[in-house]
C-alpha cells in the first residue's frame, strides 16, 4: 500500500466516523413518552388561554383526583408555590441526518400545589413560545415560524400535571401523566420521572422523547438532511417550598 493509498483510507476511516456520530439519534437514549392525541383546537382559543385557563384546567385536575380517591380524605393542599425560569427549565433537543441541536424556552411560568406526599403535587405551567432558543441564531428565527412552532399563531403553549404515581421506567420514581397543549393541539402525555418532596423542596427531573408530528409540526427538512420525528424534551423543577 502506497503512502497517498493509505491517507485517503485514513480520511474515508475518519470521514466515517465523523457521518455515523452526527447521524446519532439522540431520542433513542431516552424513554418515549405515551401520546395520546386529543382533538384539534381552535388558534383563538389556544392564543386567548392564558395563564387563567391554565390555572382554571389545573384546577379541575386536581378536584378529579380528590373525586378518585373515593371515601378517603384529600390530604391538605398548599398553593401558590411559583413555577418560573429562576427554579426551572425546559430545554430539548432536536435531530436531523447530520447532527443535532439543542435549545429551550427562557419565559414560562406556573403555579405548584403540593399535598403530604409527592404523589398529591399538581402543576400547571404556560410557556411563551416566542421566547424559544437554539444553540445557532439563524435556527432561533426558523423554530418561531410556521414550519416550527409558529408562534404568531399559537403564541402558548401550556402543561398541566394530572397525576403523579410510584414507579417509573427505568431509574424514574415516579410516572407523570399530564395534558400538554402545543401548536394548537392538545394531546394527554405520559412520562417517567425522578420526583422527590422535603420540607424545602420539591425537586422534578424528567427526560424523555415526543413525536413532533403528533402535535402537527410536520416541517421534513432539506431532502439531503431530514429532521427526525422524535424530540427529547427535558424538564427540571426545583420549586422552594419555604
Known amino acids: 500500500m502506497n503512502k497517498r493509498h493509505a491517507i485517503t483510507l485514513l480520511i474515508s476511516a475518519a470521514a466515517f466516523v465523523a457521518f455515523t456520530t452526527a447521524c446519532k439519534d439522540p431520542a433513542k437514549d431516552v424513554p418515549a413518552a405515551e401520546v395520546t392525541p386529543a ?23 386536581v378536584a378529579a383526583a380528590d373525586s378518585q380517591a373515593a371515601g378517603s380524605q384529600p390530604a391538605a393542599e398548599h398553593e401558590g408555590y411559583a413555577i418560573t425560569p429562576e427554579n426551572s427549565s425546559i430545554e430539548f433537543t432536536g435531530s436531523k441526518v447530520t447532527g443535532s441541536h439543542d435549545g429551550g424556552f427562557r419565559v414560562f411560568s406556573g403555579t405548584l400545589t403540593t399535598g403530604a406526599a409527592v404523589t398529591d403535587a399538581r402543576a400547571n405551567v404556560e410557556i411563551q413560545m416566542s421566547s424559544v432558543f437554539a444553540d445557532v441564531d439563524r435556527l432561533t428565527g426558523h423554530l418561531q415560524t410556521g414550519d416550527f412552532f409558529d408562534v404568531e399563531t399559537f403564541p402558548t403553549s401550556t402543561f398541566t400535571i394530572n397525576s403523579i404515581t410510584e414507579g417509573g421506567e427505568g431509574d424514574a420514581t415516579h410516572t407523570v401523566t399530564g395534558n400538554l397543549t402545543l401548536h394548537g393541539v392538545a394531546a394527554a402525555i405520559t412520562f417517567p420521572a425522578t420526583v422527590a418532596q422535603t420540607d424545602t423542596a420539591f425537586t422534578a427531573n424528567a427526560e424523555f422523547s415526543i413525536n413532533r408530528r403528533s402535535f402537527g409540526i410536520n416541517y421534513d427538512g432539506r431532502a439531503d438532511d431530514l429532521i427526525r420525528d422524535n424530540v427529547v424534551l427535558r424538564l427540571r423543577l426545583n420549586i422552594p417550598l419555604d
Open 39 to 61: 382533538e384539534q383546537i381552535d388558534p383563538i382559543a389556544a392564543a386567548g388561554e392564558g395563564a387563567h385557563g391554565a390555572e382554571a384546567a389545573a384546577a379541575d385536575n
